[in-house]
């Protein structure tokens, strides 16, 4: 029997197939996708899942006649759009079962070992917080780049350009991330850079990439570069203390008590991660902030499991996770 796991996001698209009758897996990796609600946001999406999937195919040998389920967790996904996701995998590959979610579930039941207790925090393209007692769900954050995703990547590099350019107007403070941003995008301006990111030739993830470059600055000592992570770390911070206050509107107190921080961001230990537990332990000091388990894609198998009522032989995919975690790290 053959489970199919699909982790669509905004910094890649991961697709791993399982079978549970020897435990062996095969691992894919795929373009990044798009919310959907715009017909170039549904190409782009179509394109990450269907490469990730064929390249998944490519590795084996054996002719998979059919998935038994697959679970697709996708970053921005709406109802509406379930049935289309849906068909673009079975251009690709027979499914007998879906189950297409966002992408909090699959974060929460990896980074928890399926236990699917605490507050997960994502912070990776976008930013949200999630958390489900049993009985409901709690949100905060998840509005998109252009009304909120506080403390994502595209945040950070956002941030970058801005305190850039008052550096060069002399509205600023003294930064390297002026001559870096310039030098990343071959302009001589930030009016040759305004231009391309008006006219759509830098885009959203060009943006988001430069959290890499703020990051490496703030190491160097760029104290702009390290309020600037700082700043995001205390907006995620916020997004866990939203889920808390929400928690607490409906008499819970003491039963949630662990955050699980997830996405590329968290790789800024010293510097999001921290402030976002400092934000975070001033209203609460008893939450403790807790490494996630697994990553997502092994969270879509979790749940695929359990949606079919079966034990994931995790012993066999150990060389799996420890790639991904590789992978994740770089």
């Known amino acids: 029997m053959f489970i199919l796991g699909i982790d669509a996001g905004q910094t890649s698209t991961k697709s791993c197939l399982y079978n549970h009758e020897d435990g062996t897996y095969i691992l894919s990796k795929g373009p990044s996708i798009d919310h959907m609600l715009t017909d170039k946001g549904q190409l782009k999406s179509k394109l990450g899942i269907q490469q990730?999937?064929?390249?998944?195919?490519?590795?084996?040998?054996?002719?998979?006649?059919?998935?038994?389920?697959?679970?697709?967790?996708?970053?921005?996904?709406?109802?509406?759009?379930?049935?289309?996701v849906a068909s673009w995998i079975l251009e690709c590959i027979n499914v007998e079962h879906f189950i297409i979610e966002g992408d909090v579930k699959a974060n929460l039941a990896g980074a928890s070992s399926g236990n699917k207790d605490g507050i997960l925090v994502i912070a990776g393209g976008g930013s949200i917080a999630y958390c489900f007692n049993g009985n409901k769900e709690y949100v905060a954050g998840g509005y998109g780049h252009i009304l909120g995703d506080e403390g994502?990547?595209?945040?950070?590099?956002?941030?970058?350009?801005?305190?850039?350019?008052?550096?060069t107007e002399y509205r600023?403070?003294?930064?390297k991330l002026a001559d870096e941003i310039l030098h990343t995008f071959n302009e001589d301006s930030f009016w040759g850079i305004k231009k391309k990111i008006h006219g759509n030739y830098i885009d959203q993830s060009d943006v988001a990439n430069l959290s890499v470059l703020v990051e490496k600055l703030a190491n160097l000592g760029d104290t702009v570069s390290q309020n600037i992570l700082k700043a995001a770390g205390s907006e995620l911070g916020e997004l866990v203390v939203s889920i808390i206050k929400q928690l607490e509107n409906d008499g819970i107190y003491?039963?949630?008590n662990k955050v699980y921080p997830t996405g590329g961001v968290f790789n800024s230990q010293v510097w999001v991660l921290t402030s976002m537990k400092q934000k975070v332990e001033e209203y609460r000091s008893s939450i403790q902030i807790c490494s996630p388990a697994y990553p997502p894609i092994i969270g879509t198998i979790i749940l695929a499991g359990e949606f079919l009522n079966i034990d994931i032989k995790f012993n066999r995919i150990k060389s799996l996770i420890e790639e991904i975690k590789y992978e994740h790290k770089r």
């Open 52 to 84: 990730s999937i064929k390249n998944l195919l490519n590795q084996t040998t054996q002719r998979i006649e059919e998935v038994k389920f697959a679970f697709v967790s996708i970053s921005g996904i709406h109802k509406e759009h379930e049935s289309l």
């Open 172 to 175: 600023g403070s003294p930064t």
């Open 152 to 167: 994502s990547a595209y945040w950070i590099g956002l941030q970058a350009i801005k305190e850039a350019i008052k550096h």
């Open 254 to 256: 003491e039963d949630v």
